[in-house]
C-alpha cells in the first residue's frame, strides 16, 4: 500500500493507504498495537495512549469491525505550518472536503495547541470550521457561510475592519460532551470547539468531529472515524458500582491470559463487562457489527465493501462455548444487571450469573482463569490492605493452577494482596490503577515494594 503522508482529499483507490491514529487507554498500547497488526494495519510505533498506523479503507473498516482495544481511531487529513490565522485558514480551506464529507454536513471541530504561536483554541477551532464550511459550500456552488473571521486576532479582533459577530455555532454554542479526553496524539493547552454554521442547534445525522492539534506552529488535521467510542457496544444499559469500559475489561482479560476456549470465573462480577466481553469473543461476535460508525457517513463509504466484511464475520458466529464462563456478586442488584445486560448482549444462553459471596469461591475444573475488579474509587472508597490480603490468600489456596488479573486502585494495594504476578499500570476514568497478573501459586512469594 502507498501511504499519502500530507493528502489534500480522499484516497484515489480503495487500496491507498492513510494515516491513522488509534486512541487507547494509556497502559494498553503493547496490546493495541498487536491487535491492529493482527487486524491487517500496520504499525508505525507506540506513543502514550494512542497507537500511529497506516491502512487503507478495507483495514480502516476491519479495525473499527474486531478491534476490542480502542477507543477512537482518526484518519489524519492533513500537516501543515500555521503560525498565524490567515494562513491556518488558507490551507485548512485548500483541503478538498468535498472529497470527505457529504453535502450538508455538520462539522464539530475540536482544537489543542502546544507550544505554538496560536494558542487561542476557540479561534483556532472557529477557523478551521469556517475553512471547512466555505469549502464545502463552493463545492456546491453555493456562497461561503457565515461572518468572515479570517483576519481576526486570537483575542477576536478584526484585522481589517470592524469587529463582526461570532459564529454561528461556534465555540461558546452548546455542544453535545464527551467523555473521550482525546488522543494522546493531542496533549496541552486548551481545547476548545467549533463547528460549521447551521440552522441552530445539533442537525441529525451526528456531528463529524474534526480534531485540530497545533503543536510547535504545525497544525495536524485529522477526521473521527468512530463516532461514538468504541468501547460502546449498545449492550451495557446496566452498570455497576465500579464499572470497567468494555475495551479496558478486554485488556485485562489479555493480561490474565484468557482466549477463547478456556474457562473463566468473575466472582465480583458488578455489570458482567468481563463474563460478557468473553462470552462475546468466544462466539465469535465482532465488537462492531451492530453498531454504526461516521465513517459510514463519508463519501468514501464502500457499501460493498462494508457489507462483506460485516457478511464474513456472521460466517464465524458460534451457538456455544467450549468452556463455562461464570459471574457472581454478593448484591442482587449487580446479579440481575449483569443478566440483563447479558441479554442485551446476545450471550444470555451461555453465560450465568448467580449470588454469592466471594470468600465461597469454588473453581469450575482444575484449571481456567479468575478476574477480579473490587470496587474502588472517590464515590466507593478505595479498599484496605486486609481485605486485597484476604482476596490474594483466597485466590492462592482456591484456584492453584489458574491464571488470574486482579484490578486494584494503588500499588500499595497491588502488593498487600502478596500475588507474584507482573504489575501494569492502566488508566480508567482518569484514575491510575494497576493489574496484577500472574499464575497462581499456594506459595506467598517474597515480594519487593511496588516501583
Known amino acids: 500500500m502507498a501511504t499519502r503522508p ?22 494498553v498500547e503493547r496490546l493495541a498495537a498487536t491487535e491492529l497488526d493482527h487486524l491487517g494495519a500496520r504499525v508505525e510505533g507506540q506513543e502514550r495512549g ?26 489524519r487529513i492533513a ?66 457561510p457565515g461572518p468572515d473571521l479570517r483576519d481576526r486576532d486570537p483575542a477576536g479582533h478584526n484585522l481589517r475592519g470592524p469587529a463582526r459577530r461570532d459564529l454561528p455555532g461556534g465555540p461558546n454554542a452548546s455542544a453535545p460532551k464527551s467523555d473521550d479526553p482525546g488522543p494522546a496524539g493531542l496533549p496541552g493547552g486548551g481545547e476548545s470547539r467549533g463547528n460549521t454554521p447551521g440552522g441552530g442547534g445539533w442537525a441529525e445525522p451526528p456531528p463529524q468531529l474534526l480534531l485540530a492539534r497545533l503543536d510547535e506552529n504545525r497544525c495536524t488535521l485529522s ?16 452498570t455497576g458500582r465500579a464499572p470497567l469500559r468494555e475495551s479496558l475489561a478486554c485488556a485485562v482479560l489479555a493480561l490474565a491470559g484468557w482466549r477463547p476456549g478456556l474457562p473463566l470465573l468473575d466472582p465480583m ?64 442488584r449487580a446479579v440481575a444487571a449483569a443478566r440483563a445486560n447479558a441479554a442485551r448482549a446476545g450471550v444470555a444462553t451461555v453465560v450465568t450469573f448467580d449470588t454469592g459471596d466471594l470468600f465461597n469461591l469454588t ?65 480508567h476514568g482518569g484514575q491510575r490503577v494497576v493489574v496484577v497478573a500472574g499464575r497462581l501459586s499456594p506459595q506467598i512469594p517474597d515480594l519487593r515494594p511496588f516501583q
Open 79 to 144: 500537516t501543515f505550518r500555521a503560525g498565524a490565522l490567515p494562513e491556518l485558514f488558507r490551507r485548512t480551506r485548500q483541503i478538498a472536503w468535498e472529497g470527505w464529507l457529504a453535502a450538508g454536513s455538520t462539522v464539530d471541530v475540536r482544537a489543542t495547541s502546544h507550544q505554538s504561536r496560536l494558542y487561542h483554541t476557540g479561534a483556532i477551532a472557529e477557523r478551521v470550521a469556517l475553512a471547512v464550511a466555505e469549502r464545502l459550500a463552493e463545492s456546491r456552488g453555493r456562497n461561503p
Open 269 to 332: 462480577c458488578g455489570a458482567g463487562t468481563f463474563a460478557i466481553e468473553a462470552a462475546r469473543q468466544g462466539l465469535g461476535i465482532a465488537p462492531g457489527v451492530e453498531r454504526s460508525f461516521a465513517f459510514q457517513r463519508w463519501r468514501t463509504f464502500d457499501t460493498v465493501r462494508w457489507a462483506e466484511l460485516v457478511a464474513t464475520a456472521e460466517v464465524h458466529r458460534r451457538t456455544t462455548l467450549a468452556a463455562p464462563i461464570h459471574g457472581s456478586d454478593r448484591d442482587p
Open 50 to 75: 494512542g497507537i500511529p498506523f497506516t491502512a487503507d479503507l478495507a483495514t480502516l473498516y476491519r479495525v473499527h469491525l474486531h478491534a476490542l482495544l480502542l477507543h477512537r481511531v482518526v484518519v
Open 223 to 238: 477526521l473521527d472515524a468512530s463516532g461514538a467510542l468504541l468501547h460502546r457496544r449498545g449492550y451495557r444499559l446496566a
Open 363 to 427: 473453581p469450575t475444573g482444575p484449571a481456567g482463569v479468575v478476574v477480579l475488579n473490587p470496587p474502588y474509587g472517590r464515590r466507593i472508597g478505595g479498599g484496605d490492605a486486609t481485605l486485597y490480603r484476604r482476596l490474594g490468600d483466597l485466590l492462592r489456596d482456591r484456584l492453584p493452577g489458574y491464571t488470574y488479573a486482579v484490578v486494584c486502585p494503588t500499588p500499595t494495594l497491588a502488593d498487600a494482596t502478596r500475588l507474584s504476578g507482573r504489575r501494569v499500570l492502566l488508566t
Open 6 to 27: 500530507n493528502p489534500t482529499g480522499p484516497p484515489a483507490t480503495a487500496t491507498e493507504a492513510m494515516a491513522c491514529y488509534a486512541i487507547c487507554a494509556p497502559g
